[in-house]
């Protein structure tokens, strides 16, 4: 027998915990079952560290975006042939292996089976199911075009995800390379130059200002090395903390994203496909604009874009076309503003908008590998200067030791 934890809810809402003790999992589920209770979670308890490696695989880890599309794809496949959303979701239960999706996809059904709709269902998960995705489920459910919706927003994730693989693969030589040198000059500064300054110190050398530079960054390193690490390590945190999870440090990092001047265009390209491409999936699904703005600047991916989508919700509310709103933002270029437009006064705004997300996806390959081509001349040059630098510190006095020799 095994003891389990577990969190049901009653019909009434209300929230229950306890252990119990069965032979399986299903066997403790069953009991929760014969109890009138709809089974919330429910974990093996005792000494093994399983248990929480468990727990941190099915509640805390991140779904990776290959899952979630595989996820997708096979919701799709049933909701289009006809199966009942809760035997659905018990196959997805069965067949999904990323432990986090396979709880979530127990509990989903659960809510359906108590009366819920998919998009309320899957809104309690925020951190698995964006915004979008639940916003447009619920556009599926009131216009009677789940399927369509769901394939669209399938087209949609798989889309992000390459643009996003795409970006990830252009930055990993530049990393690789800003990593390396990163540990190439702590090698030289911490173990390197104090070895070669001890034997020049000895011989009485004038030491040059390449060598007394890398002495001087030596010092300071072994000084002060704890406390540097340390405030680094406080300052991450203070980031973190300020920026990362406030919404003024987010606009002020976004802002200074999109500022910088290789990384900014790809930035600002790929928001505005992801834009277009969104907008125009909702439009077609039935969803009102005020409610696609909304949408979009929770789900945009740039606090500083997304602050121009209040700005155009409000100015919405207020009469006000999109056209002239975004035509007001930096960030929007003339060529999307006049699609818009076009769009708008000819009727097929959904339309205009996929032509502009193509486009986008263009140009985001375009200057994906315009940005590559730029890094890496910049890299070389770095390297050069940087292996240059402590060949000099090093080099120098030797040859001033070599002079003296030959003197003597």
Known sequence: MAVFSYQASDHSGEMHKGRLTADTLDDAMGQIVDLNLVPIDLLRVGGSSDNLFARIQTHYLPVPAPDLIVFTKQLVTMVRVGIPMTQAFSILKDQTVQPRLRRLAGIIRDDIEAGSSLSAAAGKHSKVFSPLFCSMIEAGEASGTLPEVLDRLLYLIEHEAQVKAEIKTAMRYPFIVVGVLGVAFLVMVGFVIPRFVSFFDKQGLDLPLPTRMCITMSEILTGYGIWIALGTIVSGLLFHRYFNRTDAGRLIRDRSLLAIPLIGPV????????????????????????DSLRILTE???????????????????????????????????????????IGEESGRLDEMLRHVSEHYDVEISYTIKKMTDAIGPLLIISLTVVVGFFALAIYMPMWELTQMTGKK
Do not use: C, D, W
């Open 267 to 290: 930035l600002v390209k790929a928001a505005m496909s992801r834009f277009a491409s969104i907008f125009a999936i909702l439009q077609s699904s039935g969803v009102l604009v005020l």
């Open 299 to 341: 789900t945009v991916g740039n606090a500083a874009i997304s602050a121009e989508f209040v700005k155009v919700r409000e100015l919405l509310e207020e009469g006000h076309g999109i056209a002239g709103p975004l035509s007001s933002s930096s960030y929007f270029p003339p060529m999307l503003v006049n699609m818009v437009k």
